[in-house]
């Protein structure tokens, strides 16, 4: 039988394989994604493993600011228990200012060329999910702000104009649709600025990892689910109203609401997109 070499991607383990040719599965969730090459899949991850900044990890991330100032520093930083690969991105002490750091390639084009092709209703896709995990700073989480997720504009908070993902700000957020919290994350999706907000329930708390899970299998609706210092996720949680049909790149955002640095720690990325024809 004809085998061809592959990879196993499990959102965190890969391992070369012989594969037969077109057989073989890897079930992520309650999806299933070809372990033999496939073009009609897309996947991509980044575990940050490695000493280069720029460009970082192993796609190229981009820094960028994500506020009205700077971003001060992103530098690598020792591992810990069950966190192989880690950066740490860092506000400057001005309040507004913040970090940004993408898959915008804004070395090459100022705000960014987006990699990511339409999620929303009118995908070309039949189906994507996204995973990211990261840490809050080790001080303090008041008068902060996060947005980690998918956006159409790194040097912008909230990702710009359009975004889907998780959020957290102790300034208020316009909601087109939803409850806000201050102190809660926030699932979060944003089309044309506008936003629709549901509080996860989730305390945003100092020094705790965070990984979200947001997936798409009926387009026009993604779900999100967040899980704290590696626990169980919480029940899914959809949002079909503001999902954006534009372009994205994800990203893993910080701003100071203070006049004090403020630090995000960015561990893992993972996505794969399916029902692709080319």
């Keep these: ?26 079930s992520a969730g309650s999806s299933n994604i070809p372990v033999v090459p496939d073009p009609t899949y897309a996947l991509i991850k980044d575990e940050f493993v490695g000493g280069r900044v720029a460009p970082l990890g192993e796609l ?20 810990v228990a069950s966190h192989p690969g880690l950066f ?40 994507w999910e996204f995973i990211f995990i990261w840490a ?5 989480v008041t008068t902060t702000a996060y947005f980690i997720g998918l956006g159409t504009t790194a040097n912008s908070f909230l990702g710009g104009t359009g975004s ?32 629709t907000c549901t509080d996860s329930g989730v305390a945003v708390a100092a020094n705790t990892w965070y990984k979200l899970r ?3 299998t009926t387009l026009g609706t993604v779900n999100y689910e967040l899980s704290t210092n590696g626990g169980a996720y919480t029940s899914p949680v959809s949002i079909s109203t503001n999902v954006p049909t534009v372009d994205l790149f994800p990203m893993f955002q910080v701003v ?12 893992y990325f993972a996505g794969w997109l399916k029902g692709l024809t080319r």
């Design 256 to 267: 100071t609401r203070t006049t004090a640095a403020r630090d995000l720690t960015i561990d």
């Design 136 to 140: 809050t700073d080790a001080a303090a």
């Design 60 to 79: 190229g991330w981009d820094s960028t600011n994500a506020g009205a100032g700077t971003c001060s520093s992103l530098t690598p930083i020792a591992a």
């Design 214 to 216: 947001i997936t798409s």
């Design 88 to 127: 740490r991105a860092r506000t400057t002490t001005s309040s507004g200012d913040g970090c940004s750091t993408s898959l915008a390639s804004t070395n090459y084009s100022g705000a960014g060329i987006t990699q990511i092709h339409n999620l929303g209703s009118s995908s070309s896709t039949t189906g």
């Design 164 to 195: 889907i993902g998780i959020r957290s700000d102790t300034s208020a957020t316009a909601c087109g649709s939803g409850a806000d919290s201050t102190t809660n994350w926030v699932f979060h999706a944003r089309s044309s600025s506008t936003n």
């Design 1 to 26: 039988m004809l085998k061809t070499s592959a990879v196993l991607i499990s959102f965190g383990l890969i391992l070369n394989a012989q594969i037969p040719i077109g057989v073989g599965v890897y």
